[in-house]
C-alpha cells in the first residue's frame, strides 16, 4: 500500500520527503528575508542621510577647524592641538568647564532629589483631580520657552526684584541683594532658574515610573511593618532605576550644554562668573573670530557629556526591580 503523505504522481520528478516538504521553502524565505532587509534599508535612507548632513557633518568638520587658527573668512593656518592645549591650560576656560558642572548640582541632582519627594506625594493623590493639576503646574516650566523664563527670573531676582521685596516684607532688609549681579551669588542665582526648569520635568518623568510599579510590593512591605520612609527605599527607589538614569541624563545634557537660561539672565557676568561653555563658544566664534579654539572648546565639551552621561547609563542599565 503506498501512503498519500508519502507519495508523488509518477513521472513527476519530486523525490518523496517524509512529512511532505518543499526543499525550495527555506529558500524562498533566506530570499525574502533579504529583499525586506534591503527594503528596510530603503525607507530608512532619507532619514540617515539627513541625520549624516546635518549631524555627523557638522561633527566632522567641528573636529576639523579645531586643529586649525581660522578667523572664519581668511586662509586657516594648522596648529595641530595647540588649541586643545589652550583649552586646558587657559584659566578662564577652565573656570568656564567648572562653571559647567556647578550648574549639575542645581539641574540635575536637586530636581532629582525634589522630583521623588514631590513625586511620591503627588502618587497618592494622582487618581484625582488634584493630582491633574498638580502634575500640570509642576510641568508648566517645560512649556514656557527659557528666553521668557530667564526674563521672567530676572525681574524677580533684581535689586528691586519679587525675591528682595519679600525679604523687605519679613523683615531680612540685610538679606537683600542683587541676585545675579554679584559674584557670590550671580552663580547659584542661575542654577535655581535651572533647577525650578528641571523640577517639573524630572517629577512627571518619575510619577509616571511610580504609576508601574506593582501595587502588591508596597502591600507586601506594610504587611512587613515597613513605614512610609523604609517603603520608600524598599520599594519605590529601586523600582525607579531606569527613570532616574532618564532624568539624570537629561539634565546633566542640559546643565553642560545651557545657553539660553545663562546668555538672557546674566550674559555670563560678573566677569566670567556664570560663563558657561556653549556661550564661550558662542563668543569665541562669533565675537573674537575663534573658530578653531571655539570648535575645540565644542569638542571638549561633547567628550565631557559622554563622559558624564555613559558612566550614568551603565549604572542604571537593567531590568526594574
Known sequence: MTSALGSAPAGSGIASRPGGGNPARPHRKRRWSRTAQWVGWIWVLPALLMYGFFVLRPLVLTVQYSLYQWNGIGAATFVGLENYLTVFTDRDLLKIITNAFVLIIFFSFIPVALGLLVASLVRRITGGPAGTVVRTVLFLPQVIPLVAAGIAWSWMLSSSGLINQALRAVGLDGLTKSWLGEFS??????????????????TILLVTGMSKIDPSLYEAARMDGAGPIREFFAVTLPSLRQEIGVCLTVTVIAALASFDI?????????????????????????????????????VVLMLLVLLCVLPIQRLTRGEKA
Do not use: D, K, N
Open 185 to 202: 551669588t550671580a552663580l547659584p542665582a542661575v542654577g535655581v532658574i535651572g533647577t525650578w526648569v528641571m523640577l517639573g520635568l524630572c
Open 262 to 298: 545663562v546668555y538672557i539672565s546674566t550674559s555670563g557676568g560678573p566677569g566670567i562668573q556664570t560663563t558657561v561653555p556653549g556661550l564661550e563658544i558662542y563668543r569665541l566664534a562669533f565675537s573674537q573670530r575663534q573658530v578653531g579654539l571655539a570648535s575645540a572648546l565644542g
